[in-house]
Every structure is written in structure tokens, then in C-alpha cells.
């Protein structure tokens, strides 16, 4: 039913040849558009085409330019072209879109357009609308190009262990050391490495803050976090949604995780438990190591995908055909992982952060969803039909890591390891709930304090830090380490906001979880319908296709926890 053979999309608008270089020789293109008389349906049918098929040329000419910057931070010309796109082509693309989507909404035809089909997109259309401000564009383009100063920052940080020189990833390794004494070492070299740029990167976080506000005010909006809200398209929840679901995170989530770091304690058989012991085995248990390179990492991903339904494992495929992976870590590239649509190529990139351990499959399994709701939605008609909500987006992706761990003997040889590692999983969808709410609640603290200074944004977010801490682990003498740990978190950096849709979506993903224990065919054809659907439907209605409730009420976490605590209690039998 579903086919990875996708093809870059044929051109009729723009030449065959034609590529993004200056706004010179964009110009005409939009100019066309605006300038084109409609005069019916079928008319306007075709100038939504031809404007989709110039989003989609623009559009994937900016995400190879910052994929090429965050694959080679130290290339200055990659970094000088990403720069050269947002301060001189996006400020002058920016009016004209304004201007395209005014004379869509103005149009009489409008009203002949299949409703159904158009009713998220127009939405979205008018939110844009709304939100433009022209005083805006110098602000969002100068906002582009310091977001991507973090990864610089941070893609240069290095630690040497034992004579050897080590991203922080990879060094990331020796945390899961046997010996609690080298453990203990690369924890505090990681961490004392991260404290040589905290005034740099709280200085980023400053200029950024006040950019951002100055952006909101601009468009009429008392603070950020409102404009952001409508930015973001949240239309189906607000921040009275968000509030209760920290407080839910307290209430149902963590005393799990205090049991799980309790049960981790009397494992290892310590009398207390330290950060540097959270990733660690009991004395003779070798660390979990799932691959040893890149390439395999990826074969691998490719069988386990295969297995648990083909078209997945085509997808990974045709994305190795097309070279357009990068998954291990090394000097210079951009921390994190990402899976990056490409609009018009229509098989995306992935890039990734490999270092042979158990959380990077986690993390090559969960953008592999992403690439397959890539996948599933480029068939769609228009540009603005692709573009779903974040949190189906990372359904998509959290969904694929609960759904792959049937199949993760591709990884491991024997039945322990897996048993392992499926522990390591279920312990990491429970234990990143706290961080998730704290992240949140600490970006709804920076933008409702305009003009706060360092120290007030270091006493909030220890405040809030502290009230989601748990109750094992020995934090004493840590407390630096600690007040800066939100330096960590690029989101803050580079997509203020986007943090809460991880919450969101593992709840949704625990409940395409649920179906799938019971009917693994339903749930997994439920889960292409509904990643199909792009972005045409609202959130609620892309939840009902997936066969789950879009709910994030208190009662609803609860249960969903009490099933992941079941399926943990079956795994340790």
C-alpha cells in the first residue's frame, strides 16, 4: 500500500535547473504569483500548486544549507551560506509571502475549495497573517543566525580521557564504565567542560531572549510565551494545559521514577546513588554495545525496521541510497539529532550523534519514525498540507521506538542484553517526563519575567529544578553543575517552546503502544493512516485517525503510566 520509491517532485513552475542564489532570481517567481490574475477554481487551484512548488524549492534549499553547517560547524563558507540565506533572501521572501497569503484569503474562489480539505491549511494561513510584522523580519533573521551559534559553541566542546581527545558524546561512553572511579572523572570532566562557555552561552540566551520579546511585542502581544503559543499553532491546548500536566508529572510520574532510581541503587549495590552511576552496570555486566559504526548502526535499523513492517525498512533504504544519513559523532559537528524534511526530494535526512551506546539506537529508531512520517506524507498535493503539528510529529518518532522493541535482536545476539535494553527503554520513556515538565515550566518562567537578569534566571531555575527532583539520588556537591544543566537543552536555543510536544506525544506513543499489545496490525496501519494525513487534519482528529484520544488530563497520565509500570513488572520476571 505504501511505497519508499519516492521521487523528487517534477517542476512545471520553476526550470528544471533552477537553484536558489540570490533574491534576484527568485523575485520573478513570486512576483508572478502576485501578480497572476485568478479567475476560478481551477485557476486558483494551480497558483496554490505553483506557490506550493516554490515553498518547496525554497524550503529545501534552506534545510540543506543548515544540514551541511550542523554536519561541519568548523567550515566557515557552509556557515557564511546558512547566514547569507537568512539576512538576505528569507527578510526579502518573508513580505512577499505576507502579501501571496493575503491574496489567497481575499480571493472569491476561496469558498469553492473542498473545505475539508483546506481547513487546517487556511487556519494556518491566517494565524501567518496575523502574526507578520515587517519590523519582525530583521529580528527572525538576525534570531537564525545566533540560534545556530549554540551548536558552534557546543559542537567544539571536547574532553580528554586517558590521553584521548573525545566529543562529549562519545565521552558520554565512560559513563557506563564498571569502574565507578572513572565514571566519576569523565562526570565531573564533562561537566567542568560545559562550565568553560556558561557565560557564553548565557550571554547567547540573553541576546536571544531580547530579540524574541522585542518580536512579540511587535506583533501586539504582552509577552512571548502568547505569541509563541499562536506561532506554534497550538490551537487544540494553551498554557493551562501545560501547568496541569507539570503538576501531573509530579503527582503520578515521579514516585515511578524514585522506584526506578531506587531498583537501579540496589543493583549496582551502592549506598548511595551518584550522577555518575546512572548509566552504569552491576560489577561484571559489560555495557550494552549495540553496534560498533555508523554503517552498522544503520544495516541494523534497517533489518529491525524490516522486520516490524517492510515499508519502514525500505524507507531507511532509499535514505541510504541517497546518502542522506550522518550518524556519527566527531569534532566539530552539531551536538544533538534531528530528522530534516526535505520538501522536494521528499526522502529526508537524518543526522545523529553515534557512539556505540544503547541510547543512540534509541535515537536512530525514534528519527527513523520521523523519516517514515516523511515518507508517508510527501504524496500530499500541497507544501502546507505536510506540515503537521510537532505533536504527532514526535508520536511518529516515540510510537517507533515502543513499536521496534519487538525487533531489537537485530541489535543483540543474546536474550539478556535485549531484556536489557527493553528495561533501558521503558526506564527512559518514564524518567524523561520530569525533565520534559522542567524545561517547560522553566521557558514559561523566562518569558513571563521580561528583564530578569542571570542570577534571578539561575534562582528560577534551581526553584523549579528542585521542584521536580527526586529522591534517591545524592545531588551534594553538585550544585554548580546543576544550576547550569539548562544549558544543555539546545531547544531553549534554537526552538523556544518546542519542548512540552515530547510530553504530549510519549503519551500519545504509550497509547499506539497499548493498541499495539493488543492488535499489532491495527495499530500499526492506524499509524500510517494517520502520519498520511500530513498535516489536513486537526490534532485531535490525527490522534482519532492513529486510534488514540488526544488527552492530557491527570486521569489519562495515570493510567498511561500504570501500563508502562506493567510492562516493566513483565520484563523483570
Not at 527572525?140 to 581527545?165: C, H, N, P, W
Amino acid at each position: 500500500m505504501y511505497s519508499a520509491d519516492i521521487k523528487k517532485l517534477p517542476r512545471t513552475f520553476l526550470p528544471q535547473d533552477f537553484t536558489v542564489t540570490d533574491w534576484d532570481t527568485l523575485q520573478p517567481y513570486f512576483q508572478n504569483l502576485l501578480d497572476r490574475n485568478i479567475t476560478d477554481r481551477a485557476s486558483l487551484e494551480q497558483w496554490l500548486i505553483d506557490q506550493s512548488e516554490l515553498e518547496a524549492a525554497l524550503n529545501e534549499d534552506a534545510c540543506w544549507r543548515q544540514i551541511k553547517m550542523t554536519c561541519d560547524t568548523e567550515n566557515k563558507s557552509l556557515e557564511e551560506a546558512f547566514t547569507y540565506f537568512c539576512m538576505h533572501i528569507q527578510p526579502q521572501v518573508q513580505p512577499m509571502a505576507d502579501a501571496l497569503n493575503k491574496k489567497l484569503i481575499a480571493s472569491p474562489f476561496l469558498k469553492e475549495l473542498n473545505q475539508q480539505e483546506y481547513q487546517t491549511y487556511l487556519r494556518s494561513i491566517r494565524k501567518s497573517i496575523e502574526l507578520f510584522r515587517e519590523e519582525n523580519i530583521p529580528l527572525q533573521a538576525e534570531l537564525s543566525v545566533l540560534q545556530q551559534q549554540y551548536g558552534q559553541i557546543t559542537g567544539a566542546m571536547m574532553v580528554t580521557v586517558d590521553g584521548k581527545d573525545y566529543t562529549l558524546q562519545q565521552a558520554a561512553k565512560f559513563l557506563e564504565n564498571p569502574d565507578r572511579k572513572i565514571r566519576e572523572e569523565v562526570y565531573h570532566k564533562i561537566q567542568l567542560r560545559r562550565l568553560q562557555d556558561k557565560e557564553k552561552l548565557s550571554e547567547l540566551y540573553d541576546k536571544l531572549i531580547e530579540l524574541r520579546n522585542r518580536e512579540a511585542k511587535n506583533a501586539g502581544f504582552e509577552n512571548y510565551t502568547d505569541y509563541r503559543f499562536k506561532e506554534l499553532g497550538r490551537f487544540d491546548y494553551g498554557k493551562e494545559d501545560c501547568f496541569r500536566f507539570h503538576d501531573a508529572v509530579k503527582q503520578y510520574v515521579l514516585p515511578l521514577v524514585n522506584q526506578i532510581y531506587k531498583n537501579k541503587q540496589t543493583k549496582l549495590g551502592l549506598s548511595n546513588l551518584r550522577q555518575w552511576d546512572l548509566d552504569a552496570e552491576p560489577q561484571g555486566q559489560l555495557p550494552l554495545r549495540p553496534f560498533k559504526t555508523g554503517d552498522e548502526l544503520l544495516q541494523k535499523s534497517i533489518d529491525c525496521f524490516t522486520r516490524l513492517q517492510p515499508f519502514f525498512g525500505d524507507c531507511l533504504q532509499k535514505m541510504k541510497a541517497l546518502n542522506q544519513l550522518d550518524l556519527e559523532s566527531r569534532k566539530g559537528k552539531a551536538p544533538g539529532g534531528y530528522n530534516c524534511p526535505l520538501a522536494e526530494t521528499g526522502a529526508p535526512f537524518i543526522f545523529m550523534n553515534a557512539a556505540g551506546q544503547m541510547q543512540d539506537v534509541t535515537t536512530m529508531v525514534h528519527e527513523g519514525g520521523h523519516a517514515v512520517h516523511s515518507f508517508l506524507a510527501h504524496p500530499l498535493p500541497l507544501n502546507g498540507f505536510k506540515e503537521y503539528p510537532m505533536e504527532i510529529a514526535e508520536v511518529a518518532s516515540m510510537a517507533m521506538e515502543l513499536f521496534s522493541m519487538d525487533y531489537w535482536d537485530s541489535f543483540f545476539d543474546s536474550a539478556d542484553d535485549l531484556k536489557r535494553a527493553k528495561e533501558h527503554q521503558l526506564e527512559r520513556v518514564i524518567s524523561i517526563f520530569p525533565w520534559i515538565a522542567i524545561i517547560d515550566k522553566f521557558q514559561h518562567w523566562v518569558y513571563q519575567n521580561a528583564g530578569h537578569s542571570p542570577q534571578q534566571r539561575t534562582d528560577a531555575w534551581n526553584q523549579i529544578l528542585n521542584e521536580f527532583k527526586d529522591d534517591v539520588i545524592d545531588y551534594s556537591g553538585l550544585d554548580e553543575y546543576r544550576s547550569n544543566a539548562w544549558q544543555r537543552q539546545l531547544h531553549l536555543y534554537e526552538v523556544p517552546f518546542y519542548y512540552i510536544e515530547y510530553g504530549i506525544a510519549q503519551l500519545g506513543a504509550i497509547g499506539m503502544w497499548m493498541q499495539y499489545k493488543n492488535n499489532p496490525q491495527l495499530a500499526l496501519d492506524n499509524y500510517c493512516n494517520a502520519l498520511s494525513l500530513g498535516g489536513t487534519k486537526t490534532l485531535p482528529e490525527l490522534y482519532k485517525a492513529a486510534g488514540i484520544e488526544f488527552d492530557l488530563s491527570p486521569q489519562k497520565i495515570k493510567v498511561l503510566m500504570e501500563f508502562v509500570q506493567a510492562e516493566m513488572k513483565k520484563l523483570m520476571k
